[in-house]
């Protein structure tokens, strides 16, 4: 398919402007436009069983329980925000 592992994180791998996050069985395609989407998609799908294309075009507002909140100028958050309530409802001093 092209894409190079990243050396840095084993789960990014890379083609072209074409980048790809993958954790066990769910993966995010980041690319310049949606036709660079698409095609890696259908190159994807080519050799594993693949859904939900029609995501393709859609911006990320969680991915593995992290919720990103995208700004104006095209700058983005990351947050964990059920994660950090698990933790203030165990350690009930850390609420105050």
Do not use: W
Request: hydrophobic share 35%.
């Amino acid at each position: 398919l092209g894409f190079k592992q990243s050396k840095v994180d084993p789960c990014v791998f890379i083609r072209n402007k074409t980048i790809i996050v993958c954790y066990v069985d769910d993966c995010l395609i980041f690319s310049p436009n949606e036709e660079a989407d698409k095609t890696s998609f259908k190159d994807i799908a080519s050799k594993f069983e693949s859904t939900d294309e029609t995501s393709c075009s859609q911006t990320v507002e969680s991915y593995l329980g992290i919720k990103v909140d995208h700004y104006p100028d095209g700058s983005f958050r990351m947050s964990q925000p059920h994660l950090l309530n698990q933790i203030f409802a165990a350690v009930p001093a850390m609420a105050e």
